[in-house]
């Protein structure tokens, strides 16, 4: 899904977070004249990737469609620290309430592509890809996932219902690798991928017997997973995943595997840092 032609998606999300802050109304905003007309800068206090730009500007679409939004940087690019990423002009009343519910947008999505850009940028030259995974934050999962893309690495299943991932609960409830597997084929519609996740070297080569054509491997060492590529020798898309961080995706990545799933890039994202000032 590209999330960002989707506007009726992104408007009814930004409903949704200024109905959780604005509530009944913005009781200081209200001590303000009410004809007032303020510049202001958002500046990011660190160097980052920009993600979010779509959700600001429907914040203050909904807020005030006079308010003018000048962008200088786009979502995917680099800025650099105490660059000015946006100039505002507008009602005052509306920049200030729109001001939170903006930033938490900006912050939270930027800090999901930037560090999802340090991932990739520490496999760069090798023929892999790094994935994210289901673990986001609730509601965030689709602007979460449109930010990975925005820091250059790649989108896993949106959710339960685009692809099958057989785990090892799943393999246990069916009852082998090869019922799991025999099971899904019969069941799940054409086009629709199917992987299912293995322990060992052993499992490994069950599912390959199998018909397995995507292998999670999980918690495998470099070496285990190098093992994988011989044993698999191109008959299944192999990826590698389990405690996976920065400082040892480059030496996964050599292996010689295929993906990369990094479950930080959505789950333990840091805001950036960014900051709304209104001009003299």
């Known amino acids: 899904m590209n999330l960002t032609d989707n506007q009726f998606l992104i ?3 930004v409903s949704q977070a200024l109905a959780e802050d604005l509530g009944s109304g913005d009781l200081t905003a209200a001590l303000l004249d009410a004809d007032a007309v303020t510049q202001a800068q958002i500046i990011c206090r660190e160097q980052a990737v920009v993600c979010g730009i779509p959700w600001v500007n429907e914040v203050y679409r909904q807020l005030d469609p006079a308010i003018e939004l000048v962008w200088q940087a786009g979502d995917g690019e680099t800025v650099t620290e ?3 990423l946006c100039r505002l002009s507008g009602n005052t009343r509306a920049l200030l309430s729109g001001e939170r519910c ?3 947008y900006l ?3 930027s800090g999901t592509a930037t560090i999802a850009n340090r991932y990739a940028q520490a496999v760069a030259g090798i023929d892999v890809r790094i994935l994210d995974t289901r673990k986001t934050v609730p509601g965030l999962r689709l602007q979460q996932k449109y930010a990975v893309r925005c820091g250059g690495c790649h989108n896993h299943r949106v959710g339960l219902y685009d692809a099958v991932l057989i ?3 799943h393999i246990r409830a069916a009852g082998s690798i090869d019922a799991a597997l025999a099971r899904s084929r019969r069941l799940v519609p054409d086009g629709v991928s199917i992987e299912i996740e293995v322990e060992t070297l052993d499992e490994l080569q069950q599912a390959l017997d199998g018909g397995a054509q995507k292998l999670l491997l999980d918690n495998f060492t470099p070496e285990q997973l190098r093992e994988a590529v011989k044993l698999s020798a191109g008959r299944a898309r192999l ?3 389990g405690g996976i ?3 040892t995706i480059r030496e996964i990545a050599e292996t010689g595997i295929d993906d990369i799933s990094v479950g930080a890039l959505t789950k333990d994202i840091r805001a950036i840092d960014l900051s709304m000032l209104f001009e003299p």
């Open 102 to 104: 903006a930033l938490n």
């Open 82 to 84: 105490n660059q000015v």
């Open 11 to 13: 408007s009814g999300q």
């Open 167 to 169: 785990k090892e609960n």
């Open 245 to 247: 961080h920065l400082g």
């Open 239 to 241: 990826e590698a995943s």
């Open 107 to 109: 912050q939270s999505l």
